[in-house]
């Protein structure tokens, strides 16, 4: 990690109207501090719970937030992304404002705010558990009566299927009935949540014509189903709690997960010592894959953030999505789903202490394509035209000079709306 302000960014900085010596501070206490902040300590709890494309740690927020602000200061992340940033503030008495396009971002960062007690999670994990369980892990059924863990493919060949003995892996011999029972979802059509959006973008593998379908088998999309439809019926902040914990682990449910062979680069070697891979980033579909269990898949996850919640103290904290309600009466934070652009044209003139943000950097990092399938499966609608971001998928019409003007206007509403004791810190990888 390393802070700077690029050039263009910077030279504008200095044209902003509200701009006070603290910029001048800023460096000077960046240098003497660098060491301590360019090594910030792994993810760790609620910051490691869920996978977000360019996270960024923790401490260097705490540091500007407890360098550059009071009690009562309002800090404003207008690329909010995962939002660690919005516990942290109101953890320390600041106020804060979180904006983000993309729905998951926003859906994350509530849950960050307003966290279930973890006996509440823990009741509501059993009910659950108590609903689909069964019905799940009979799809995984062998012709031994036995449920599976894990199915080896390659591409559409059985190479192995495991099952759990007491925490030990079995390796099975597929069998016809293995064939069978998976072929028996292939035509499964979703229900619970929308088909995804992909656009061609070699960078990431996805193509225009990608579906779900081709990210999951049919039994995966209709055990996720089956989860969904349970999820609904709980209250709103244990859904958010449980379909979070969902899309933090669909990643491991879909046909994303590479196997880790000692087959060598050319891919012939032997099968012995394998490994369970992990979906990491973008839409690549190994032929060599691993189908993993979606009910295990989210009983790990849900297993870990019990762990989580064990260990964070519980705070009532009072937030809203409502602007105008949150400059005129006592919220600890304000979190919209907008984009960003807009939404501070809303903010009054001279309001924020510190913009401490992150936003779109270069062309690696697609955002929304990349959220689609956690935005899909939470059913929540995207609005691709406004982000701003540099993409390689050529009908978005992304493009460099669009990205330097819309950040040219977020910076000039920045200056409109930092105090003029302000401070903007642009955090990058
Ligand atoms: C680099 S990421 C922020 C990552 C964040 N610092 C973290 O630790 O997770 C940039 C964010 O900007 C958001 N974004 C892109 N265009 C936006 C817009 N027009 N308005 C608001 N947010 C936008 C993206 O959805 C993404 O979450």
Known sequence: MCFYFPEYIYQHFLKIRKYSGDAFKLEEV???????????????GIFAFHKYWGKKPIETTSFFIENFTNPGDIVLDPFLGSGLICRECVENDRSFIGIDLNPFAIE??????????LNEYKIAFELLKEQVCEEINRSYTGSDNLVRSHYLWDDQELKQVW?????RKVILEPNAHDYALAASFNDYQITNFREATFFNNSRINSTSGLKMHDLFTGRALRNIDILIEAINDFPRYLQRALMLTLTSAVGQMSNMVFAITDRGK????????????SWVIGFWRPKLHFEINVWNCFENRAKKFIKTLSL???????????IGQYFSSEFDALLIQDDCLKVMNSIPTDSIKLISTDPPHGDRIPYLELSEVWNSILNKKVDFDSEIVISDAKNRNKKKANYIEEMKNFIREAGRVLRPDGVVIKVIP
């Open 30 to 44: 960046v240098k003497q501090d660098f060491i301590n902040i360019s090594k910030p300590l792994t993810y760790k």
């Open 108 to 117: 994350h960062a509530k849950l960050i705010l307003d966290l279930p007690t």
């Open 163 to 167: 099952r759990k003995n007491r925490g």
């Open 266 to 277: 050319n891919g012939n070697g032997s099968l012995n010592e394998i490994e369970v891979g």
């Open 312 to 322: 964070i103290q519980q705070r009532k904290i009072r937030f809203t999505e409502n």
